[in-house]
């Protein structure tokens, strides 16, 4: 028999790992580094977090705002729709006129002072009425109604501009209103001074100040009637339609930095019923006439302050 000769296992060497020694400056680095880290994303988290709050803060407020506005432009427009409805209806054989206009008049806060006593009136009933703007103090109407001229029913559309003011948080028509192409809400203890009184008297030279008149005739007569005369003495003004103009029942004329300003009181006839409209105007000397560089509908309350009184 062979001998069988067993052989010893072979020792495998095991490989020993050596621990890589860091330095304490290495050490303090990487400390420094995480607690770096963990502070940035603390100081994330928290940018984040108030951010949030601020946003929705600021959506809370708004919307606050939001409604605190709708509900004042519901109380405004429904006050003016009051007025609206006042001033476009008119039936001569209800009742006394003069109750219709002492209707009319509480809408104010004071009554406007009108030079024209003679307006006419026709029958009017409004058919729609609709707010389309409310901004510095003038609100803007679509109005359609229904009158006769001549025994002829009309109807009529317009745009037509209310001046109003607020106190106390009521309302009250500011002054006359103006029409364009195309519970009670009413404040109290308006004061008297806070409408104009169109009772001045201005230091023009009697010649031109005709002279004045005459063109600014012209430029209602234009303003009527055609743009494209309008365009020849005016700056960016639209005519209306649908309107005549009939006269020029007030004016206050000055000069100031090389122009003139001129303060006028008009009656326009719109489907046979007559009003009265404030106009305030910037004119320039154009060869022998005028030329109108600005105008507003409305006259500011110190139009007759002189110079000298520190305008």
């Excluded at 607690?35 to 600021?58: D, H």
């Excluded at 500011?174 to 008297?201: H, I, R, Y």
């Excluded at 009637?225 to 639209?238: E, G, P, R, V, Y």
């Excluded at 004119?283 to 110079?307: A, C, G, Q």
């Amino acid at each position: 028999m062979r001998n069988f000769e067993l052989k010893k296992p072979r020792k495998v060497k095991q490989k020993q790992i050596k621990m890589k020694k860091i330095s304490q400056k290495r050490s303090n680095q990487i400390f420094l580094f995480g607690l770096a880290f963990f502070v940035f994303l603390c100081g994330l988290t928290i940018f984040i977090s108030m951010k949030t709050a601020v946003k929705v803060n600021e959506r809370l407020s708004n919307t606050a705002v939001v409604e605190t506005k709708k509900e004042t432009d519901r109380t405004l427009e429904q006050f003016l729709d009051g007025y609206v409805s006042r001033y476009f209806t008119y039936n001569s054989q209800a009742g006394s006129s003069d109750d219709d206009v002492s209707k009319l008049n509480n809408y104010y806060g004071s009554v406007p002072d009108v030079k024209n006593q003679g307006q006419l009136k026709q029958e009017m009933s409004v058919v729609s009425a609709r707010m389309l703007t409310a901004k510095d103090g003038v609100a803007v109407y679509r109005v359609i109604y229904d009158t006769k001229k001549d025994d002829k029913s009309q109807r009529v559309g317009i745009e037509f501009s209310i001046p109003y003011g607020e106190k106390d948080g009521k309302y009250y028509v500011s002054g006359l209103p103006w029409f364009s192409p195309v519970s009670d809400f009413k404040a109290d203890g308006v004061e008297k001074s806070s409408m104009v009184s169109l009772v001045a008297k201005d230091d023009m030279e009697e010649g031109r100040r005709k002279k004045l008149i005459s063109f600014l005739e012209l430029f209602f007569k234009n303003y009527t009637t055609s743009q494209a005369n309008l365009d020849l003495i005016s700056k960016d003004i639209k005519s209306i339609g649908g309107a005549t103009f009939k006269s020029l029942d007030y004016s206050y004329f000055k000069e100031k930095d090389g122009k003139i300003l001129a303060y006028v009181q008009v009656t326009f006839e719109v489907a046979g019923t007559t009003h009265s409209e404030n106009f305030s105007f910037e004119l320039r000397e154009d060869k022998d006439s005028y030329f109108v560089e600005k105008m507003d509908h409305t006259i500011p309350l110190d139009y007759n302050k002189k110079d000298d009184e520190g305008e």
